[in-house]
């Protein structure tokens, strides 16, 4: 590990836990609290050395970025006293393998689409589907999946360069307020996503330059960046404004495929009968078959 990646996953490991200690007040943390005068709006660096039952000064460590060589006991102490979700938990464990040059995880970069995940999204006729990368770029899609993202796929910012990112369409395209009906809810949880793969490949360019870019040209993902915030990316619903069927509240599914690291094949699954369902019915008869694959997505 040269000196420069020493202080790159340092300074992660730093602003992680120091914002995550932020935002526990010591009533939320079961602790008393004498006194009006505290100088921090969270907890104080000896409150969670307390709540995890270490040091002080190795917890000092630990917040300025020394992970290295962290048991897996004392990491388990550290996410209970800062009661970590599980996607804040495993982006603390991959923090702590970065931090030891013989456990960290290589750089995942996108592969193509295996032609049998390709004939998957061809048999998906009556769904939405495509797949992405962990930097968002959509390396394929079915024909309906292409009609239901219409609005990224004919988006000026990929004229002349691909493959098309949904990041890259949500921060840098005023269309995408209005694509996404809950925009700021879709922004926060893109910015979390990217927060949450670069515990997993800290130094994968593409993904750096990727959030590079963002928090250069937007800032709106420059705010949501440092907050430091991450997030798992597996299911929910999401409304979207089409330009053509209006209105949709689609229920999605997010799965990573095992045989091909760093790419998840997402999908949605409205319910049968439903308005949505009507709509993307409507949707399909406008629609060619085939699956689409971007340029660009090496």
Avoid: C
Wanted: avoid cysteine.
């Amino acid at each position: 590990m040269t000196e420069h990646t020493k202080k790159d996953v340092a300074a992660e490991v730093r602003e992680f836990l120091s914002t995550r200690r932020a935002r526990i007040t010591p009533e939320q943390a079961g602790l008393p609290v004498y006194g009006g005068n505290r100088r921090v709006a969270g907890l104080r660096r000896e409150e969670v050395a307390l709540l995890a039952g270490m040091s002080v000064d190795y917890y000092v460590r630990l917040e300025r970025g020394n992970l290295a060589g962290a048991s897996d006991s004392v990491l388990e102490s550290l996410a209970h006293a800062l009661q970590f979700s599980e996607a804040e938990r495993t982006h603390l464990y991959d923090l702590a393998r970065a931090s030891t040059p013989s456990g960290r995880r290589p750089a995942v970069t996108a592969s193509r689409v295996r032609p049998t995940i390709l004939r998957l999204l061809d048999s998906m006729t009556g769904v939405p589907a495509y797949v992405r990368n962990a930097r968002f770029d959509i390396v394929a899609a079915n024909a309906l999946g292409r009609a239901l993202y219409a609005p990224l796929f004919d988006s000026p910012l990929f004229a002349q360069r691909g493959p098309v990112n949904s990041a890259r369409f949500m921060f840098l395209d005023p269309a995408s307020q209005d694509f996404w009906v809950d925009w700021d809810k879709g922004a926060n949880d893109a910015v979390a996503f990217l927060r949450t793969e670069t515990g997993r490949a800290l130094h994968d360019k593409a993904l750096t330059d990727l959030i590079g870019e963002l928090t250069t040209r937007s800032s709106e993902f420059a705010d949501r960046w440092a907050r430091h915030d991450v997030k798992f990316h597996r299911s929910g619903v999401k409304r979207l404004h089409h330009p053509l069927v209006g209105d949709l509240s689609l229920p999605y599914e997010a799965m990573e495929l095992p045989s091909d690291p760093g790419l998840r094949l997402n999908f949605y699954t409205p319910e049968p009968d439903s308005p949505e369902q009507q709509a993307l019915n409507l949707l399909a008869s406008w629609t060619t078959t085939g699956t689409v694959v971007p340029s660009g997505n090496d």
